[in-house]
């Protein structure tokens, strides 16, 4: 209840206002039953049935050290005004008044401003942020502000993670990795080179992403330098170790030079010069022979010998001719006779070559991924050729060993030279594209009532709903939120948001062979009451198969921490969360909002995760280096939005469809190599046979958007034509082979970076538009259902048709089990629902109710 001093005013539409006030606050005569109250500062007639209006209201602050901060409040027409703060009034002493006169209007001003000290902020430990709340009087009514929250600024002094260095080649392309230290407000970050800020506006080779990490498009000799992320806010300014990278350059020849004149040894010579381009900066210098001779012919040659001279030279050379001849003889019959001393003690050295001999594998069951048999390949002579022990590569763990122990998966050997291997599958649904969600964000941000919940429009919905319910869709992340049917009372009108945090913004300590598997996932506000669960729907990028993981739901709490509120397998159906996990998609039945992921913790090693594998290339190339990047993340629809619109920002294109590779957590690094090229028209700079990812920057599920480039180069700007293999697989484990073959300047196939996003849906639906089942249709089935019938007629049979029946134990602990059963039905068949599907189903149970869904929405 409001204090006595701060009880506001009342009018009656008589005219008569009712008010206690005490004269020593306000200054007003106090005075009771039906009699006005006079005022100091009295309203003009023509202006007495205005509200206040606030010209000035409090803004979120931050306290840097302890330096305390300044509220303000402006508002006019008002008599007074007071700050409440986390709730409570602030007494009145706190307070600094103005009060002034609008001489346009004669209306008065009134500003108050309070001081809030970081010692009030550090003694809140409740269950939200510090905030602060102004309430305008007028003789007609009351006005509230907007909250202002009041946060301890810091700047942590550790990054997260620091570049690290590297050697690359001319227009090679260069990432270089950065995550701020935490803070409050969090870090904004800029990139330098030797000092000097980076622009990408006035150099666009340069591309910093939304994760902070700096991308070098094409290296340049004038990028090699050192390299720093600093991090800043308004505390405090941070610097990481700075990274040095080196842009070498190889040596290439010129043009040989004209043969010379023809000497008097009847030799001529040219000669050219490694000068296109210098070799520089640890380049390597041009391979082969800078001089070249060429005999000349008789007719060439300068005569400067006759006669006798001329009998002389031939003398000597028949002599010479001879010599050798002799001795050459002498050499053969030697070589011949100890040849036949050491013909019976030649060994058969075949054993020492056995353990190097190709073997081939031949899957257990059909449809596995496998190398395809050697014969009749056009690459079988990779079966007879010993394989180059002097290849290098990366890196290297494990022991050679033959691999006998075939389970129907195929097993990579950690040899260089790979057998091709069949192409994967996988099957994509097209869609339109999606409609633009900034103007139904743009209508809501006028509403001063959003001012309070997350800004962010590109991974945000809001909605307003009340009992009728609806649902909140991010578009084409997998990620929505249903609000059933009377889950929110009646009388009652929430403003609820659905948010897709990224992982830079909210990382979740993780330990051991714990992965994240889901988008972390934010619904609020926080603490309304719900009289029904809601379902909150995300992908997961997980097998499904729990008898292999320990899937736990997490829920951050108010204090910043993370719990977990449920383990997969073993619900307990007391407790306000509940979990369905499908093949790719995770439906949380929860009554309480909040923050919200998926983590899991691999029982063994058959555990696997499901990753995407998305090949990029550039729309447009128009020097001889054509670089191919190749994604390895979790698959997951949110991820894919993200590199989707990163790649739309760096210029690039899919040129394949996307694939699935299965991760499982043996600690064997993912390897990436390419094969197949036409080597008269391409060449891999490459220098390993190649690439690897560690296991622990997949399998921990932090690193968002994990790639590897590989850089083809052809041998001149003429040749567009390409065909390769490029061969991903885990080492020990299970792989895919994608075959490309097109034309890089003139492919038209339908694969871009739109064809993926076929989400259009409505970011917000409230009421009966957000289901598919009308209202009273919905009301007359539960009634039908929820009664227990002898003949098992009711709800558990619906579960049963509806393939439900594994969470009979969840449904009939809620007092209505048919509404939670369609309540999970619309939740899945949102995009894909067929009405007349569950009328069938019905119409199996024997109720006629089936027949209702022929009624139109009109009626209903």
């Known amino acids: 209840m409001m204090p006595l001093h701060l009880a506001p005013f009342v009018r009656w539409r008589s005219g008569l206002v009712l008010a206690w006030i005490c004269l020593f606050t306000f200054g007003f005569t106090c005075v009771g039953g039906e009699h006005a109250a006079t005022v100091t500062h009295p309203l003009p007639a023509a202006f007495s049935d205005l509200l206040p209006n606030f010209l000035v209201e409090p803004d979120d602050v931050y306290i840097v050290k302890n330096k305390p901060v300044t509220l303000t409040c402006r508002s006019t027409p008002a008599t007074q005004i007071y700050f409440k703060c986390n709730g409570e009034w602030v007494h009145q002493d706190q307070h600094l008044i103005e009060r002034d006169v609008d001489p346009a209007t004669g209306l008065p001003v009134m500003q108050v401003k309070i001081d809030i000290s970081r010692q009030q902020v550090e003694k809140i430990f409740g269950l939200e942020d510090y905030w602060c709340q102004c309430v305008a009087w007028s003789t007609t009514g009351t006005q509230k502000s907007q909250k202002a929250y009041v946060r301890i600024a810091y700047l942590r002094k550790n990054f997260e993670e620091e570049p690290l260095g590297k050697e690359v080649a001319l227009d090679q392309e260069v990432l270089l990795r950065c995550h701020p230290p935490e803070g409050v407000p969090p870090a904004e970050v800029e990139w330098q080179r030797n000092e000097e800020l980076i622009d990408p506006k006035t150099d666009p080779n340069f591309f910093i992403t939304e994760d902070h990490n700096l991308i070098i498009k094409q290296a340049r000799l004038a990028d090699t330098g050192n390299y720093t992320c600093v991090a800043k806010n308004i505390v405090a300014r941070r610097k990481s170790s700075s990274a040095t990278v080196i842009v070498y350059v190889d040596g290439g020849w010129s043009e040989w030079s004209k043969w010379s004149p023809c000497g008097v040894d009847c030799t001529m010579w040219r000669s050219r010069e490694c000068t296109q381009p210098t070799p520089g900066t640890r380049g390597k210098d041009c391979q082969g022979l ?166 962010d429009n590109v991974n945000t919905s809001y909605g307003t709903f009340n009992f009728l319910g609806g649902r909140l869709t991010l578009p084409n992340t997998g990620i929505s939120l249903l609000i059933p049917p009377e889950a929110i009372p009646r009388g009652k009108i929430y403003e609820i948001y659905l948010t897709a945090q990224k992982n830079e913004d909210m990382r979740l300590p993780l330990a051991g062979c714990q992965t994240l598997l889901s988008p972390v996932v934010s619904c609020g506000p926080p603490g309304v009451v719900l009289t029904r669960p809601v379902i909150l729907s995300m992908d997961h990028c997980s097998d499904a198969c729990l008898e292999n993981w320990a899937i736990r739901l997490k829920k951050q709490s108010y204090e910043g921490t993370w719990e977990d509120v449920l383990l997969l397998g073993e619900d307990v159906v007391s407790e306000p969360y509940y979990c369905q996990l499908e093949a790719e998609t995770c439906r949380v039945f929860t009554e309480q909002l909040g923050r919200f992921a998926l983590v899991g913790e691999s029982l063994s090693m058959a555990a696997a995760k499901r990753l995407k594998l998305l090949l990029f290339a550039p729309a447009y190339c128009s020097t001889l280096e054509y670089n191919i990047r190749v994604y390895c993340m979790d698959d997951t629809q949110d991820l894919l939005k993200e590199v989707m619109q990163m790649e739309r920002q760096l210029g690039g294109r899919l040129i394949d469809e996307p694939h699935v590779l299965l991760f499982k957590d043996s600690y064997h690094n993912l390897r990436l190599s390419i094969h197949d090229m036409p080597q008269t028209h391409w060449r891999s700079k490459l220098l390993a046979g190649y690439q690897e990812i560690p296991f622990y920057h997949i399998w921990s599920g932090s690193q968002r958007t994990l790639h590897c480039t590989f850089t083809l180069e052809r041998q001149n700007l003429s040749i567009c034509d390409l065909t390769c293999t490029l061969c991903v697989w885990q080492v020990e484990g ?82 209505s089990p048919t509404s939670v059963i369609l309540d999970l039905w619309e939740a899945q068949h949102f995009h894909s629902g067929n009405l007349n599907q569950l009328a069938a189903v019905m119409a199996e149970i024997g109720k006629q109710e089936a027949m209702i869904f022929l009624v139109s929405d009109g009626e209903c």
Request: net charge positive; glycine share 6%.
């Open 734 to 815: 299970e792989g895919q082979s994608i075959s490309l073959d097109f034309n890089i300047s003139k492919d038209i196939r339908p694969l871009d970076s739109d064809f993926l996003m076929m989400d259009n849906c409505t970011p917000a639906l409230a009421g009966p538009s957000a289901f598919q089942i009308p209202y009273l249709i919905r009301q007359k089935i539960c009634s039908s259902l929820d009664a227990p019938c002898p003949n098992g007629a009711d709800w558990r049979l619906l579960a049963q048709r509806l393939k439900l029946d594994r969470h009979m134990s969840f449904f009939a602990s809620k007092s």
């Open 290 to 455: 800078d001089l070249q001779s060429l005999n000349c012919t008789s007719e060439q040659c300068p005569q400067t010998a006759s006669g006798a001279e001329d009998v002389a030279l031939y003398v000597g050379i028949v002599a010479v001719a001879l010599c050798l001849t002799l001795l050459l003889i002498i050499l053969v019959l030697v070589y011949r006779r100890k040849k036949e001393g050491l013909d019976a003690d030649v060994a058969d050295s075949s054993i020492l070559t056995t353990g190097f001999q190709p073997m081939g594998i031949k899957p257990s069951k059909p449809g596995v991924w496998a190398p395809r048999r050697a014969a009749r390949s056009k690459n079988s002579h990779l079966l007879t050729i010993q394989p180059d022990l002097t290849t290098t590569t990366t890196s290297y763990q494990g022991s050679l060993r033959s691999r006998h122990e075939v389970t129907g998966k195929f097993s990579m050997s950690n040899g260089p030279l790979l057998e091709p291997l069949p192409n994967g599958s996988h099957t994509l649904h097209n869609g339109k594209l999606p409609s633009d969600p900034n103007a139904f964000m743009d209508r809501l941000s006028t509403q001063t009532y959003f001012k309070t919940l997350p800004r």
